[in-house]
């Protein structure tokens, strides 16, 4: 038997189970909030073109306003200034996007402290246990939790947002050291909240994109998957010229 | 070696190929066109929020504005009235959008004719060849090499628009005597260009909503994915309520 048809057969089988990642999109998903001068994104919103009425007797739908960077989504390389001559969201090879993937989970650190970053110790002590780290590069913190909620899941007082995140010289070691997909993390960006104030700011976005590798963003139920073993399909949609997109992503486990 | 081990190794050496089945979004994607007094969707646009200048020194982004079915697409059946109390495109569980593909290429007949429809004969014949028709139902015409301009693929005159389909009958016995997971076409619905005509009109959308099945429409490239053995990741966003959603398809096929 071929491995496709293992694969498809497991599937079928319940052999292997389908994690949805992905966080629902709908009017409260929270979404960024930029500080004058800053351009800021629309919120999500449906708008109705028919429901089964007079404007379409047997058919319902809905047109959609959103921006490139809300819910679970995907930073293409010219999201950064960093990355301006590489590749919008339509020139990433899709199957770049589908890898195994690395979970680490430090919810305990980020339940004591909400501005807290990993660092390159973290990760080689994770590994001691689990192995270099590949693929996809999953950073848990627990902060799904907070996703219903746009006050909470920002987590912003008078000194700006305050959402755990990756130390700048801890990714700049993992893009170079280690040979990594993208980061997918569950808070709003691939940035801690305070890295407005680091120096360089956004070391995070700007290493990434510089490096032409991608961000996920928003993702959900990564305590449903192990250390290592599970495989993730993160696809965005193939827009033209595009920053980003809202992405669909799944992760696969064995049961 | 386990099964999803095998497969993340496949993917990785090039053994399993990624197919993307999936049409660029743009301005220039084409959308249907419905007569007055019916709703229309608006056409595919970004609006740019900031590009590496004042509004966002470090960063490019843009709002979307879209209809849900636009694009490569994945129909719901809520949105169809045979399907208003089924699921939405948030609720299906995204393992059901993953499964083999029964790839049918009848581009020869679509060439002859633009009205052609698709019989139960024709699908017999087929299988007599490769098996039973099951997962994915995917219906080749041709008319992907359309896409490019919204005229020569919605290929209307004064009588209405005229692409190729699939007769109700054989959509009705597809249902009733296989196991489908949808129907997925090159063209811009999933029933012929004709069905406002027939009767009852839109029979494919009736049948497959009141089902519980899934439409997937402008899908391309389907040349590269053999008869059967291919298998095929269908990815809509999990729009809360949503009729359908823009649709990351990918088929992935062996070396
Ligand atoms: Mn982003
Ligand atoms: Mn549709």
Known sequence: MSVLRDFSAQLCSGGIRVVDLTAPLQSTTPILQLPPPFGNTVPFQLEEISRYDDRGPAWYWNNIHTGEHTGTHLDAPIHWVTGRDG??????????????????????????????LLQVNDV?????????????????????????????????????????????????????????????????????????GFDPPFPCHGSL???????????????????????????????????????????????
Do not use: M
């Open 87 to 116: 590749r919008s969201v339509a020139e990433i090879p899709p199957g770049e996007l589908i890898a195994p993937a690395s979970v680490l989970d430090f919810a305990d650190r980020a339940l004591q402290d909400p501005d807290f």
């Open 124 to 196: 080689q002590v994770w590994e001691s246990e689990h192995g270099t780290v590949h693929g996809w590069f999953l950073y848990r913190t627990g902060w799904d939790a907070r996703s219903g909620d746009q006050d909470n899941f920002l987590n912003a007082n008078e000194t700006g947002p305050h959402t755990p995140g990756i130390a700048a010289d801890c990714v700049a070691w993992l893009l170079a050291e280690r040979s990594i997909v993208g980061i997918g993390v569950e808070t709003a960006g691939t940035d801690a909240g305070a890295a407005h």
């Open 209 to 255: 994109a510089g490096s032409g590798r991608y961000g996920l963003t928003q993702l959900q139920n990564l305590a449903e998957l192990p250390p290592t073993g599970a495989v993730v399909i993160a696809t965005g949609l193939p827009i033209v010229g595009g920053s980003g997109s809202p992405a669909r992503v799944l992760g696969l486990v064995e049961s």
